[in-house]
């Protein structure tokens, strides 16, 4: 999956990081299948992820988790 960081909002909360929105869009290697949407991340989620490599692992990471959910 080729994941492409559009936005990122970040939030503070009486001065504090209080969490982290990284919008994406993404497509398969075929362009068959598309994506897009926002990953909500706490501040201790982004904290030391800040670069777009990073944050792109942990979007796929969390996309996996909703597709495929622990039973």
């Known amino acids: 999956?080729?994941?492409q960081i559009t936005n990122i909002?970040?939030?503070y909360e009486n001065g504090?990081?209080?969490n982290v929105q990284?919008?994406?869009s993404g497509h398969d290697d075929e362009r068959t299948v598309h994506l897009n949407g926002f990953i909500p991340l706490s501040s201790?989620?982004?904290v030391?992820?800040?670069s777009v490599t990073a944050l792109a692992t942990l979007i796929k990471q969390k996309i996996n988790?909703?597709?495929n959910p622990a039973e």
Do not use: D, P, T
């Open 9 to 11: 909002n970040i939030q």
């Open 16 to 18: 504090e990081l209080s």
């Open 48 to 50: 030391g992820n800040e």
């Open 22 to 24: 990284i919008y994406f």
């Open 65 to 67: 988790e909703k597709l």
């Open 44 to 46: 201790e989620e982004y």
């Open 1 to 3: 999956m080729n994941i």
